[in-house]
């Protein structure tokens, strides 16, 4: 694909994106949600309520920081005012529809938003240490339709606002008492997110780009670049400008070395053959041995697991700063593939490994609540949580 196509191929991305936009949350009562608005837009609504611009920044550090949902709970605006913001705003959070534990700590919550649409976030703690990932949705359902995902099972129905993808970081912190404590003895476990939950972050880019600059805004979340990592299927003109704006770390949905079965795989690949994704990936800023790009590699038995297979990733990722994710494929209902045998994922690791590039195998966590990597989907979409 050639580089002058790209700008184009943007601007029509993000036309399609527009088919599927998120709702205006205005409240029936005519009350608007300030999660999910910039700086800049807060400062503007306390403008319109004849309010001076560090208003908003009283706001921003409330909502961000402290995450209170009270207007009464902010000390530092006097009665009157507290009472003229919940006259005019609210400060939304996603309705909890279900709330999962898995026997490994795991814990999955569908989240419903004011239009009865949902998504699946889950909470992945880290075995090593004593925190872990937040993995969230960029969409309800997906267009991709990955023949080993069962998210992709589940039709398109629109995008999430910045607010709703916010809303999940913010919500699940509500759930673990993330929020800082006058005693200072608040935990963190939730420290750092994963854009690997339903959806195709990059055919969402304007309001993940949104999201991810409030969670990374220094005055309130404040969560470092360095702690974000957005999956993608491989949108190639988006990712050259989520490189440019947002610099977060980069991981890839790989899952084959040939076209053919890629197309088969990943049907996006039609669209944006293995060359044009590894030449974005050698293209993607802030690509170091510190800040390594990673694929993400499905094994699917007597599919893509062979000893050759992994002789040809290493050839194509080579001279990239990169690592390389084996994820055993995790089984849901209807599903057509087997996982690896543990022969064949050590061979395939070992492979990788010896070529100079970590490969760990990745443990399957939560699959007994269906919340393991290509396990996300809806229940409402069947009624489940209705």
């Keep these: 694909m050639s580089g002058l ?3 184009a191929e943007r601007e029509r991305i993000l036309a399609k994106a527009a088919h599927f936009s998120p709702p205006d949350y205005i409240l029936p009562d005519g009350r608007r949600d300030l999660v999910g608005l910039s ?3 807060l400062t503007a609504e306390m403008e319109q309520i004849g309010e001076k611009p560090f208003r908003a ?8 920081h402290q995450g209170v949902r009270d207007f009464a709970a902010m000390s530092s605006i006097a009665r009157p005012l507290q009472e003229k913001l919940a006259e005019t705003f609210v400060i939304g959070r996603p309705e909890v529809a279900s709330d999962q534990l898995s026997k490994d700590g795991t814990r999955k919550f569908l989240f419903k938003f004011r239009d009865h649409e949902a998504v699946e976030t889950v909470y992945i703690p880290d075995r090593q240490e004593d925190r872990g990932a937040v993995c969230l949705s960029s969409q309800v359902g997906c267009t991709l339709s990955c023949r080993f995902c069962h998210t992709g099972t589940q039709r398109l129905a629109r995008n999430l606002s910045a607010a709703e993808i916010v809303g999940q970081f913010m919500a699940a ?5 993330e929020w800082p404590s006058p005693k200072g003895d608040t935990p963190r476990l939730l420290s750092t997110i994963v854009l ?7 055919y969402n880019y304007d ?3 949104k999201a991810m600059k409030i969670i990374m805004d220094g005055e309130g979340i404040a969560l470092s670049r360095r702690r974000i990592t957005l999956s993608t299927s491989g949108v190639v003109p988006m990712m050259d400008r989520a490189g440019e704006e947002l610099g977060i770390n980069l991981a890839v949905s790989l899952h084959a070395v040939r ?4 197309d088969e795989l990943v049907p996006l690949n039609r669209k944006y053959p293995i060359k044009d994704l590894i030449e974005a990936c050698r293209r993607y800023p802030g690509a170091s041995n510190a800040r390594r790009i990673t694929f993400e590699y499905i094994m699917l038995r ?3 697991d062979s000893e050759a297979e992994a002789h040809e990733l290493v050839r194509l990722i080579s001279g990239l700063p990169a690592k390389v994710n084996l994820i055993p494929f995790n089984p849901w209902p209807g599903s057509a593939y087997q996982p690896s045998t543990p022969e064949a994922l050590k061979k395939f690791a070992a492979i990788v490994m010896k070529a100079g590039y970590a490969s760990p195998i990745r443990t399957p966590r939560g699959r007994d609540i269906l919340a393991a990597c290509g396990q996300l989907k809806s229940a409402v979409e069947k009624g489940e949580a209705a």
């Excluded at 076209?259 to 890629?262: A, C, P, S, V, Y």
């Design 196 to 202: 690997m939950g339903m959806g195709e972050p990059l």
């Design 173 to 177: 912190r509500d759930a673990y008492g």
């Design 207 to 209: 309001n993940v780009a």
């Design 39 to 41: 700086r800049e837009e």
């Design 57 to 64: 920044k009283q706001l921003w550090h409330w909502i961000y």
């Design 5 to 7: 196509l790209l700008p």
């Design 259 to 262: 076209d053919d079965l890629r």
């Design 302 to 304: 007597g599919i893509n």
